[in-house]
């Protein structure tokens, strides 16, 4: 099938209030721009360089999305232009991100990534980190970056009860910590392999890849 047909059956099966992050990640421009030029502006990238090469190359209205592991001192390159952070995993990336949106005078809104798998190599915090994170003076003191809601990988196994275990989990916590703080609305959880479970458990927005550009041949 080709990436058009992929990204109508996929905006078909799922419910309006969920946001689809097109997930470019290797990916050249020009399978990019067929989905752009279909009417989908909101595109995500894991690497910095990748990123910050395809926000100069391409139409200026697109909403970019870093998804993938953000270290320190590459924040600045991306500051100037990210609409949303997936990835935040500690309070001092937190703190770098706010340090650089306030010298591009913007506000970046990002994502905690928050622990929920059973595999050793995903990154994130887990519930008492955050918790304890969102409570704190330093954080509190950060203008320049809002804490919009919580993202989080489901282990990658066939096991359908172990993965709405852990994506009904991060529901849970989404829910409980939305009671309490007015910034929060998104729940990013869900991509190619997971996507229509993720929603089922409270989702709003997912990030699917290989489903709609085909495979990837390098991560
Ligand atoms: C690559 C990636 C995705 C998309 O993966 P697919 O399985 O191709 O849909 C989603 N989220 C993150 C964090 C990724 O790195």
């Not at 001092?92 to 622990?115: G, T």
Request: charged share 25%; glycine share 6%; proline share 2%.
């Amino acid at each position: 099938m080709s990436i058009l047909e992929n990204l109508s059956n996929i905006k078909k099966s799922i419910p309006e209030h969920v946001t689809l992050v097109a997930v470019s990640k290797t990916k050249p421009i020009e399978d990019i721009l067929e989905v752009y030029n279909a009417g989908h502006k909101i595109f995500g990238e894991n690497k910095v360089q990748e990123l910050t090469d395809k926000y100069e190359n391409m139409p200026k209205d697109i909403e970019w999305h870093m998804i993938g592991h953000l270290q320190r001192n590459k924040v600045k390159y991306i500051a100037p232009f990210v609409s949303l952070i997936h990835g935040v995993d500690s309070f001092r990336l937190l703190s770098e991100i706010n340090k650089r949106a306030e010298q591009n005078n913007r506000v970046i809104n990002c994502l905690l990534q928050v622990y929920i798998a059973e595999e050793e190599t995903k990154f994130g915090l887990d519930k008492a980190e955050i918790i304890e994170l969102l409570n704190s003076e330093e954080f509190k003191a950060l203008k320049n970056v809002q804490v919009v809601g919580l993202m989080g990988m489901a282990t990658n196994t066939s096991d359908e009860k172990q993965i709405k275990k852990e994506f009904s989990g991060l529901k849970t916590l989404f829910d409980e910590l939305k009671l309490n703080i007015d910034s929060f609305s998104t729940l990013s959880m869900g991509m190619s392999g997971d996507f229509m479970h993720a929603i089922e458990c409270g989702s709003n927005m997912i990030r699917v890849g290989s489903s709609i550009f085909g495979a990837r041949n390098y991560n």
